[in-house]
Structure formats: C-alpha cells, structure tokens
C-alpha cells in the first residue's frame, strides 16, 4: 500500500481520518498537529523557556523529541528536568535512557530528587503513610507536581510542560466525573495563557497509540516497563474501556475531547473558591494550607512518632 501523501510505503492507518502513511509523513502529522495544538492556546510564545517534565517514558521522550525540533526553527528554549523519586532500580534505569537521549538530541538535563526536596523518598512516605487509602500514584503526582514547579523556578522556566496525551485527558475527566469532583474538570481547561507559571500538555490532542508508533518508528528509547507501585484502579479499566469503544467507533476520543473542552470551559468560569497562599510554602492554593504541605507534615508527623516508639 502507498503512502497517501508521497510515493514510499505506508506503515500506518489512521483509522478515525482514512489516511495511509509512511514513516516520514506519520510524524510530519504528529509534529504538525503538536505545533498546531501549541499555537490554537498560545502553549509556548517568543523567549519562553520551556521546562520540559521527561520521565523516561513514551509519552515525555515523544515530547521532548517534537519540541526539541520545533525549537529550532521558532524562537524558544527547552531544558528537561527528571524527578527522582527514590524507587530503586525503577528510576536508576528511566534516568540513563533519558541522560542518553538528551545528549543525543543535545538538551540539557537536570534531575532534582524528593529526598532533597522534601526530605523523603517516595519509598519512605508509602511506609509512613497513614493508611492503605491514599493510593501511591496519588503521593507521588503531589509530591511531583510540586518538584516540577520548583525546578522550573530554579531554572527560571516560565512555562512547564508535560507528556499528557489525548487518552490521558479523557480518563482524568472521567475520574473527576465519577468522583464527583466538579472543579478539577474546570481545571483541566488548557486555556492558562495569562498565568505566571504555564502549565503545558502539548500533546494533549494526539491518541495515545499514536504516540506509540511515533516512539517506535522513530526509534525513541523510552523505559516500557511499569512503576513498581502503579496501582491505577479505576484508570485502567476506564483506558480498556474507551479502547473497546475507539474500536468499534473510530474517532469517538476525539469526539468526546471536544466535549471535554467545551464542558471545562464552562466549570472553569464557574469556580468560585477562592485562590489564596498556603501559609506554610506560598504556593497558590484554595484552603489555609496546601495539599502538598498537608502531606509532607502528616508523613513527618508519622515519622517522628515511628521514632519515638
Ligand atoms: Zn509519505
Ligand atoms: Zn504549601
């Protein structure tokens, strides 16, 4: 079969569109679409520079790779930051994969651990924790969000951005539905162009098996194997779900990620709790102390008591 677009052979059918791609014109579309999501909600503007969150994975290499090639021809910066969460072996192997792949590409690369950051490994506060029911994901995305703003602002980045994909988008909306939980869908409208820290998903609008062909056939060295502790529950039996139903109905995700634009749209404007500093670390949040600080004292807590008996 040929490519639709230029004369060599196509390795690749989008199902949701009718195209037949080869290698090459593949990746043109997902830098193409890439570039064009960035711009449609002003993502990256003139001097920016971009702190570029990589955790070794498919989703952050692909990242990565789209904007160190944008960079080139547009007037921005990008430095990739890995967090080190202390799991031994996991991270020691993301870590070598992503120094590689950043001297490859020639991209800076910084890694800033929890233990410096918050005194504890992500092992230690899964020990210290109070109970089964805070899951490990959710610690861990606390404590990651808060490291990736402190590296941004070490750096001096004024934009932060992560690997979050199209799929990524409609299993959280569809947790935060579950759940109840009205504001976050408000919160996940990418429109945050007049913040002081931008945070960014480039590649937001592009389906996750996409970004898997794109790692595979452009050779990128991503770590497939899982964190030891990932117990996503829910996540992945609404991810098999939404896959059941792309199948049967292609271009349904796209669909649905429209309506999640338009539905965060209107939460947003209609999120009425007030913004105001935490009192401990002058982080933005919406009660007296934020949700990051709440956990860090909570596990010191637990662990001056485990101390003292
Ligand atoms: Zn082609
Ligand atoms: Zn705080």
């Given at each position: 079969m040929q490519c639709d677009k230029c004369q060599n052979v196509a390795v690749y059918s989008r199902k949701y569109s009718g195209e037949n791609l080869c290698s090459e014109c593949f990746s043109n579309s997902i830098l193409r679409k890439t570039a064009k999501t960035i711009s449609k909600y002003k993502m990256i503007k003139n001097g920016d520079l971009v702190c570029v969150g990589v955790s070794g994975g498919k989703d952050s290499l692909v990242l990565l790779d789209t904007l160190k090639k944008m960079s080139q021809t547009h007037n921005f910066r990008i430095i990739?930051?890995?967090?080190?969460?202390?799991?031994?072996?996991?991270?020691?192997?993301?870590?070598?994969?992503?120094?590689?792949?950043?001297?490859?590409?020639d991209v800076e690369f910084k890694i800033y651990s929890y233990k410096e950051l918050f005194d504890v490994t992500l092992t230690e506060s899964l020990e210290l924790r109070e109970n089964e029911k805070t899951s490990s994901c959710s610690i861990c995305g606390t404590f990651r969000r808060r490291a990736l703003d402190h590296a941004a602002r070490?750096?001096?980045?004024?934009?932060?951005?992560?690997?979050?994909?199209?799929?990524?988008?409609?299993?959280?909306?569809?947790?935060?539905?579950?759940?109840?939980?009205?504001?976050?869908?408000?919160?996940?409208?990418?429109?945050?162009?007049?913040?002081?820290?931008?945070?960014?998903?480039?590649?937001?609008?592009?389906?996750?098996?996409?970004?898997?062909?794109?790692?595979?056939?452009?050779?990128?060295?991503?770590?497939?194997?899982?964190?030891?502790?990932?117990?996503?529950?829910?996540?992945?039996?609404?991810?098999?779900?939404?896959?059941?139903?792309?199948?049967?109905?292609?271009?349904?995700?796209?669909?649905?990620?429209?309506?999640?634009?338009?539905?965060?749209?209107?939460?947003?404007?209609?999120?009425?709790?007030?913004?105001?500093?935490?009192?401990?670390?002058?982080?933005?949040?919406?009660?007296?102390?934020?949700?990051?600080?709440?956990?860090?004292?909570?596990?010191?807590?637990?662990?001056?008591?485990?101390?003292?008996?």
């Open positions: 990739a930051v890995t967090i080190d969460e202390g799991i031994p072996g996991y991270r020691d192997e993301a870590l070598n994969i992503v120094k590689e792949f950043c001297s490859k590409l070490q750096i001096g980045a004024n934009v932060i951005a992560t690997g979050h994909n199209l799929d990524d988008i409609l299993q959280t909306f569809l947790i935060n539905t579950l759940s109840g939980d009205t504001n976050r869908i408000g919160w996940m409208n990418p429109d945050n162009e007049n913040v002081e820290l931008r945070k960014i998903k480039p590649l937001s609008e592009i389906y996750e098996s996409e970004i898997v062909f794109y790692a595979f056939t452009n050779n990128l060295p991503f770590q497939s194997e899982p964190c030891p502790h990932m117990n996503e529950g829910i996540r992945t039996e609404i991810r098999e779900f939404l896959n059941m139903l792309e199948d049967n109905r292609s271009g349904i995700k796209n669909s649905m990620y429209h309506s999640i634009l338009k539905i965060s749209d209107i939460m947003k404007n209609n999120d009425e709790k007030e913004k105001r500093n935490c009192d401990i670390c002058g982080n933005e949040c919406t009660g007296k102390i934020c949700s990051v600080c709440t956990m860090i004292t909570n596990l010191k807590k637990e662990r001056s008591n485990s101390n003292i008996t």
